[in-house]
């Protein structure tokens, strides 16, 4: 044979052979990955071209175990279709398949984490071509909401690394992450200043909880900061990210200077007050303790905090804050300054009472000690008479008698305030005050009190008199600050006249009160009510007289018919026997004969009857 001509026999075989091969090939085509919700139904496309047609393959589903190993799921050619038993997919999957589109599906519902895993679509020709896809379905679960928790009690700088707090979010999948912040920025540091340390727990369900909990050494500057966390996690097609609520610590730092001062009384301070101090220093170590110092006295605070009660003068001065931190045994110190003060009780000279005779001067001061100014003032029955530290009375009358009151007052200071008191006595003869009620009406057998106000000083002597020269009780009589108010009871028999006396070693004054008796009608004269009584006695005797006539009538009837015994004797009165009732009669002659009870039958009833 002809070399050329083998050459091209064996080319010809070549391209023969490499036809049948092309014819056979099968192409499949599918995702990288699918990506669900837990409890969700996913889909799992599986693409596929081959000259055999849809006639001429066998489909098969498998997934890979966590070994490495394939697990058959699912079976199909031209005659069956079978879903392998004894798998997690068993009752899960169901597969369809489009002829004209090449396209296989499988189906997986409820799914699980335990379902992520990698499946494959394994496409057979009848010439023994074969194709084969890999898609892995990846399963997300959004975790519950994150929790923050903070350390409880607070944490000293002097520390080492100390725990701040913890956060913990529950149920996610793939496992969330767990980022700190401080004030909005993320927590990185050395071991020595910072330490996280996660903790991660699968539950029954494969889904994840993690805790992470931070520790770190605390600076002063961390008494304002602000906690939180940010839980990142993962979900079809992205990532999201949640926050926790912020939470503060309590840091405690050491003081670098002390503040000390007045909480109240605000503004000035008088005697009597209670002054209550206040310390802080800017730090807020628990073990310091706070001390107030003060003319060699020393006194403990309780909560920095201290009243002094019932100040007086001599607590003005300096007071010194003292802070002492237990742990380092440094001191730091505050001071503040008060003045209490004072108004002393005012005094009035001269000291009353004071006499003075009528239509003399008298001059009165009134003076307090006091750390402010003063204004005085005089008053005399409510009413203001003078100001000033100095009282003038010109031309002394009774007027002018009764008792001053002197009040001296601190304006700036509320209730800062001192009074004093003195009487005056006007010296003079009797002055009886006229009265309205002078002429008086009243009626006979009754009583009136006379009231006879009378001025004067040294006290009046009052006496009650009549014209001819008969005395008055006195019923009452009482002393004022002017003289002497006398009452005295009056029995209205006649018209009369009362007259008040009154007399001191300086002369004598007289009132006179004129009583007119006046006599009241009753409203009954006493003969009218005699001619009442007379005539219903009358009337009384004239019913009597009638009911005598007409027992005297009926006894006559009687008589005249037999029925009654005459005058000589006894005899029995008859008569027919009623259907009610008997009758009794009783009669007595007039010589006071027995009296006899007679029956219907005229016989004498037995004395039991009676």
Same mark, same amino acid.
């Given at each position: 044979?002809?070399?050329?001509?083998?050459?091209?026999?064996?080319?010809?075989?070549?391209?023969? #052979?490499?036809?049948?091969?092309?014819?056979?090939?099968?192409?499949?085509?599918?995702?990288?990955?699918?990506?669900?919700?837990?409890g969700?139904?996913?889909?799992?496309?599986?693409?596929?071209? %081959?000259?055999?047609?849809?006639?001429?393959? *066998?489909?098969?589903?498998?997934?890979?175990?966590?070994?490495?190993?394939?697990?058959?799921?699912?079976?199909?050619?031209?005659?069956?279709?079978?879903?392998?038993?004894?798998?997690?997919?068993?009752?899960?999957?169901?597969?369809?398949?489009?002829?004209?589109?090449?396209?296989?599906?499988?189906?997986?519902?409820?799914?699980?984490?335990?379902?992520?895993?990698e499946? /494959?679509?394994?496409?057979?020709?009848?010439?023994?071509?074969?194709?084969?896809?890999?898609?892995?379905?990846?399963?997300?679960?959004k975790?519950?909401?994150?929790?923050?928790?903070?350390?409880?009690?607070?944490?000293?700088?002097?520390?080492?690394v100390?725990?701040?707090?913890?956060?913990?979010?529950?149920? $996610?999948?793939?496992?969330?992450?767990?980022?700190?912040?401080?004030?909005?920025?993320?927590?990185?540091?050395?071991?020595?200043?910072? &330490?996280v340390?996660?903790?991660?727990t699968?539950?029954?369900? $494969?889904?994840?909880?993690?805790?992470?909990?931070l520790?770190?050494?605390?600076?002063?500057?961390d &008494?304002?900061?602000?906690?939180?966390?940010?839980?990142?996690?993962?979900?079809p097609?992205?990532t999201?990210?949640?926050?926790t609520?912020?939470?503060?610590?309590?840091?405690?730092y050491?003081?670098?200077?002390?503040?000390m001062w007045?909480?109240?009384?605000?503004?000035?301070?008088?005697?009597?007050?209670?002054?209550e101090?206040?310390?802080?220093?800017?730090?807020?170590?628990?073990?310091?303790i706070?001390?107030i110092?003060?003319?060699?006295?020393?006194?403990?605070?309780? %909560?920095?905090?201290?009243? #002094?009660?019932?100040?007086?003068?001599?607590?003005?001065?300096?007071?010194?804050?003292?802070?002492?931190?237990?742990?380092?045994?440094?001191?730091?110190s505050?001071?503040?300054?008060?003045?209490?003060?004072?108004?002393d009780?005012?005094?009035?000279?001269?000291? $009353?009472?004071?006499?003075?005779?009528?239509?003399?001067?008298?001059?009165?001061?009134?003076?307090?000690l006091?750390s402010?100014?003063?204004?005085?003032?005089?008053f005399?029955?409510?009413?203001?008479?003078?100001?000033?530290?100095?009282?003038?009375?010109?031309?002394?009358?009774?007027?002018?008698?009764?008792?001053?009151?002197?009040?001296?007052?601190?304006?700036?200071?509320?209730?800062?305030?001192?009074?004093?008191?003195?009487?005056?006595?006007v010296?003079?003869?009797?002055?009886?005050?006229?009265?309205?009620h002078?002429?008086?009406?009243? %009626?006979?057998?009754?009583?009136?009190d006379?009231?006879?106000?009378v001025?004067?000083?040294?006290?009046?002597?009052?006496?009650? *008199?009549?014209?001819?020269?008969?005395?008055?009780?006195?019923?009452?009589?009482?002393?004022?600050?002017?003289?002497?108010?006398?009452?005295?009871?009056?029995?209205?028999?006649?018209?009369?006249?009362?007259?008040?006396?009154?007399?001191?070693?300086?002369?004598?004054?007289?009132?006179?009160?004129?009583?007119?008796?006046i006599?009241?009608?009753?409203?009954?004269?006493?003969?009218?009510?005699?001619?009442?009584?007379?005539?219903?006695?009358?009337?009384?005797? /004239?019913?009597?007289?009638?009911? #005598?006539?007409?027992?005297? %009538?009926?006894?006559?009837?009687?008589?005249?018919?037999?029925?009654?015994?005459?005058?000589?004797?006894?005899?029995?009165?008859t008569?027919?026997?009623?259907?009610?009732?008997?009758?009794?009669?009783?009669?007595?002659?007039?010589?006071?004969?027995?009296?006899?009870?007679?029956?219907?039958?005229?016989?004498?009833?037995?004395?039991?009857?009676?």
């Open positions: 044979m002809d070399a050329r001509v083998a050459a091209s026999l064996i080319a010809g075989l070549v391209v023969l #052979l490499h036809g049948l091969t092309a014819w056979a090939l099968v192409e499949v085509n599918m995702e990288d990955r699918v990506e669900v919700f837990r969700d139904t996913a889909q799992i496309t599986c693409m596929f071209s %081959s000259d055999d047609g849809i006639g001429g393959v *066998t489909i098969q589903w498998f997934y890979v175990l966590r070994t490495g190993e394939k697990q058959k799921i699912y079976y199909e050619d031209a005659t069956m279709k079978v879903v392998d038993r004894g798998t997690p997919f068993t009752d899960r999957i169901t597969v369809n398949v489009t002829a004209a589109t090449g396209e296989v599906v499988l189906t997986i519902t409820d799914v699980q984490v335990t379902d992520q895993l499946f /494959i679509c394994l496409i057979k020709s009848l010439t023994d071509g074969v194709g084969e896809g890999r898609t892995k379905l990846l399963v997300f679960e975790p519950d909401s994150p929790t923050i928790e903070g350390f409880q009690t607070g944490i000293s700088v002097y520390e080492d100390s725990k701040i707090g913890t956060c913990e979010v529950k149920n $996610g999948f793939p496992k969330p992450n767990v980022t700190w912040y401080r004030n909005n920025a993320p927590l990185r540091g050395a071991d020595d200043v910072m &330490k340390v996660p903790s991660i699968i539950e029954s369900s $494969g889904l994840f909880s993690v805790r992470s909990e520790s770190m050494k605390v600076t002063k500057e &008494k304002d900061a602000l906690f939180y966390c940010e839980v990142t996690y993962l979900v097609g992205g999201r990210m949640i926050e609520n912020t939470i503060n610590i309590t840091v405690y050491p003081s670098t200077a002390v503040h007045v909480e109240s009384p605000k503004g000035k301070i008088k005697e009597g007050d209670s002054i101090f206040h310390c802080q220093g800017d730090g807020n170590m628990p073990s310091s706070f001390t110092k003060h003319s060699g006295e020393e006194y403990t605070m309780e %909560s920095n905090m201290y009243v #002094l009660a019932n100040v007086t003068r001599l607590n003005s001065g300096d007071y010194e804050c003292v802070s002492l931190d237990t742990d380092t045994y440094e001191e730091l505050g001071t503040t300054t008060i003045f209490v003060d004072y108004l009780p005012a005094v009035v000279a001269p000291a $009353g009472p004071v006499e003075v005779d009528q239509g003399e001067e008298l001059t009165a001061t009134c003076n307090a006091s402010l100014q003063m204004h005085t003032a005089w005399k029955d409510g009413q203001a008479v003078s100001v000033g530290h100095t009282l003038m009375l010109k031309n002394a009358t009774f007027d002018t008698a009764g008792t001053y009151q002197c009040v001296v007052t601190v304006l700036e200071v509320d209730g800062m305030e001192t009074m004093a008191t003195f009487g005056v006595k010296k003079g003869p009797p002055e009886i005050m006229q009265s309205e002078t002429d008086i009406e009243e %009626s006979l057998d009754s009583t009136v006379l009231t006879c106000h001025r004067g000083y040294p006290a009046p002597n009052i006496i009650w *008199t009549t014209p001819d020269g008969k005395f008055l009780e006195t019923t009452s009589e009482i002393e004022t600050e002017d003289g002497v108010i006398s009452t005295a009871s009056v029995e209205v028999t006649s018209d009369l006249t009362a007259f008040c006396n009154a007399s001191n070693e300086y002369g004598a004054d007289a009132l006179a009160f004129n009583i007119k008796a006599q009241t009608e009753t409203a009954i004269p006493p003969k009218r009510i005699r001619k009442e009584g007379s005539g219903v006695i009358i009337a009384v005797i /004239i019913i009597c007289i009638l009911l #005598l006539a007409i027992l005297g %009538s009926v006894l006559y009837f009687l008589y005249k018919k037999g029925k009654i015994c005459g005058r000589s004797g006894k005899q029995d009165l008569k027919e026997k009623s259907s009610k009732d008997n009758i009794v009669v009783e009669m007595k002659s007039d010589n006071t004969e027995e009296a006899i009870l007679l029956g219907v039958n005229g016989e004498k009833q037995p004395p039991s009857t009676q």
